[in-house]
């Protein structure tokens, strides 16, 4: 079946400090990847849409300047938290669809970010 | 603006009871009703609902779609303990890039 991995499954990092989370899928090309955040007891927000090979379309209040999101590949796509803070501390979630008009969303494992 | 409501938000039976999980939606461009369970990871895919009245079902969960009341069960017979998870309701939107737009989830924990 379809598998999404993501590295890493956990970091803590300094508060100002920049981290980046891979979103990878690994047997099959992703024309799009979203980007969900999950803050504890909450459910999943969907913060980004992102297309191979273009901009990504985000999602009302989500800081496009502080999260960075970039799938350079059909296989990759790139979360970046620019200057990080303690309430950015989250689990995010990438999910990988195959096909433009697919349905099937293939989740990956998630990443845990601490700020401190 | 779109929403997708579950209840309850939290649910404590004990092992062998049937639970009936609900899910109510309001969206634009409806397309289809997910159910996912999520336990420390992220969420595993139970059903795709489209059509109203047709049940899915796999081993002891089963889910029905009303689209005209817009709404959603999902059933677990003869609980488990390994039941104990989140359960996620989400619709997928039929717009340019087919968002998934989650509910906050129903927390299900099954007492031995």
Known sequence: ???VSQHPSWVICKSGTSVKIECRSLDFQATTMFWYRQFP???LMLMATSN???KAT???GVE?????INHASLTLSTLTVTSAHPEDSSFYICSAREAPRAREQYFGPGTRLTVT | EDKVVQSPLSLVVHEGDTVTLNCSYEVTNFRSLLWYKQEKKAPTFLFMLTSSGIEKKSGRLSSILDKKELFSILNITATQTGDSAIYLC???LMNRDDKIIFGKGTRLHILP
Do not use: M, N, P, T
């Not at chain 1, 496009?64 to 960075?68: E, S």
């Open chain 1, 1 to 3: 079946g379809a598998v």
């Open chain 1, 41 to 43: 007891k909450q459910s």
């Open chain 1, 64 to 68: 496009k300047d502080k999260f960075l």
């Open chain 1, 52 to 54: 191979e090979g273009s």
């Open chain 2, 90 to 92: 989400a619709v997928l």
């Open chain 1, 58 to 60: 985000y999602e009302q």
